[in-house]
């Protein structure tokens, strides 16, 4: 069965703070992970990585995929009231073309100022 | 470019009835996938629908239906509802060849 552990499930910093959210799985025929901000309702997108390694970043914002850990972190650097959200990860197990994601629970992030 | 479009946007129903939910999703995307989520479950996959067919499903009772019509939107369905049924049902569209999903605002089901 997939499976996908967000850690930690909670976190509380002040602004300007860095934070790292971790995110390890196992799901069969890996293909890519996605992350995802969620604040109220629908989550948005944030990164798609595929090969290991190789860090993406937007703003702030970076993430970097470990394929032999089967894990992938999340960085946010200078972190802002508005960074405050369920950050969740994704992996996508192929499955003859469908497209279906396996979720985390999220990391619960609370930006005090 | 509209967004997801998810219909209604609050629902209330009793135990025992059923209810239709819908789905418009981004032009030009085929693929469409619901999702559960409640507190203590997170996110959980449904099933996903392309050009009508039903491409996957999830580990769901057979109480949740959905299906697909030939202009992309979609529709999914809970008979005999439960109190358990009570969550956020998210839509979420995938363009062609691509993993990415972009999600609807939701439907708050409460069943009371």
């Known amino acids: 069965e997939d499976k996908v552990v967000q850690s930690p499930l909670s976190l509380v910093v002040h602004e300007g703070d860095t934070v790292t959210l971790n995110c390890s799985y196992e799901v069969t025929n890996f293909r890519s992970l996605l992350w995802y901000k969620q604040e109220k309702k629908a989550p948005t997108f944030l990164f798609m990585l595929t090969s290991s390694g190789i860090e993406k970043k937007s703003g702030r914002l970076s993430s970097i995929l470990d394929k032999k850990e089967l894990s992938s972190i999340l960085n946010i650097t200078a972190t802002q009231t508005g960074d405050s959200a369920i950050y969740l990860c994704a992996p996508d197990p192929f499955q003859g073309g469908s497209e279906k994601l396996v979720f985390g629970k999220g990391t619960k992030l609370t930006v005090n100022p | 470019k509209a967004g997801v479009t998810q219909t209604p946007r609050y629902l209330i129903k009793t135990r025992g009835q059923q209810v239709t939910l819908s789905c418009s999703p981004i032009?030009?995307?085929?693929?469409v996938s619901w999702y559960q989520q409640t507190p203590g479950q997170g996110l959980q996959f449904l099933f996903e629908?392309?050009?009508?067919?039903?491409?996957n499903k999830g580990n769901f009772p057979g109480r949740f239906s959905g299906r697909q019509f030939s202009n992309s939107r979609s529709e999914m369905n809970v008979s005999t509802l439960e109190l358990g049924d009570s969550a956020l049902y998210l839509c979420?569209?995938?363009?062609?060849?691509?993993?990415?999903?972009?999600f609807g605002q939701g439907t708050r089901l409460t069943v009371v």
């Open positions: 629908y392309f050009s009508e067919t039903q491409r």
């Open positions: 032009s030009g995307h085929r693929s």
């Open positions: 979420a569209s995938s363009p062609p060849r691509n993993t990415e999903a972009f």
